[in-house]
């Protein structure tokens, strides 16, 4: 299947930000740390075929208003997304017969969808309660893939927040940028160290570990806007908690240690080498800087370490896991990312 990897490694970055750095102790995780399965998002229903004037199309898995947004995709193109409704208008081929599978996952008071063929792949989101195909790959009428035209700049933010305190009312002691270019098939990353000096919105300055206390994510975003002259889509927050716990319904996954480590305050003890970790074991090695060379410096390259191994094993879930992932997030996370934000 032609698919960009825009999908998996947005979902990986979000997934996988290493939040926090504090030494103080975090609670023991109410998840067990042993692999899960994700949940099984796709209904039961029985495939619903329509015949029109066009393709006849069978969509399996999907409430009624995604298959109608399906079809509008083959017909007047109503309920389809009008960039990606003006990519479609390049198709060189024509569709007879459409059969799509689909995976249906919760994005907060919305839903996001992934249906596809094993060849064609659409993903669609919810505004308001009613369907959009917002984008997608479509080999079968000849078009190259769209997920979006323009970049996409994304903050995340890891709160220094411990159990049972507000994630978006403490420090960040984590921050991201994310940056995705899907027509380029393109992303980077970039940290930004806690301890910056900054100006802030009101024309002050202070460490950026201290921005987002008691004045929320949008705080840290607008100082951030000053910083780097860039315009950022929405952000993502994680504490300590959400970051062990999500590590753990996830499954954990294995990680390329580069260093051991035997650091009493941030709990972390570990040999270098690849190795399986758990939610409380990744987040001991994210936040281990006391006692390693290079400080806060090395410990922001251990984020990109966990970030790179856990996009390869988002990866291996596959595309049709996106649904279910976002749902995931969203019992761990906090974001003003729309639902199709999250799909694209």
Known sequence: MRFRATLALLLTLVLLTAACSSDEPVAESTIAPSATTLPDTTTTAEP?????????????????????????????????????????????????????????????????????????????????????????SLASLGIDPWYGSESLHLYIIGSDARPGQSVTGYRADSHHIVTIAPDASAASIVGIPRDAWVETPEGGYSKFTNVMASRGPE?????????????????VVTGFAGFVNLVNEF????????????????????NAGVQWLNGENMLAFSRTRKTIAGGDFTRQFHHGVVMQWGMAAVQEKGVTAVPALIEMLGRHTITDLTPTQLIL
């Open 219 to 235: 705080r840290i975003v607008a100082t951030a806007e000053i910083l780097t002259g860039l315009e950022y889509e929405g952000y």
């Open 48 to 136: 619903t075929t329509t015949t029109q004037a066009g393709p006849t199309i069978s969509v399996t898995g999907a409430p009624a208003g995604l298959v109608s947004a399906v079809e509008s995709l083959y017909g007047d193109r109503s309920q389809v997304d009008p960039l990606f409704s003006d990519h479609l208008a390049g198709a060189t081929e024509a569709a007879t017969a459409v059969s799509l599978e689909a995976h249906v996952g919760a994005a907060g008071e919305e839903q996001v969808a992934i249906l596809t063929d094993g060849t064609d792949l659409l993903a669609a989101a919810t505004e308001g309660g009613n369907w959009t195909i917002v984008g997608g």
């Open 251 to 270: 499954g954990g996954f294995q990680v390329d240690v580069p260093v051991s480590m035997n650091d009493e305050a941030a709990k972390a003890y570990l």
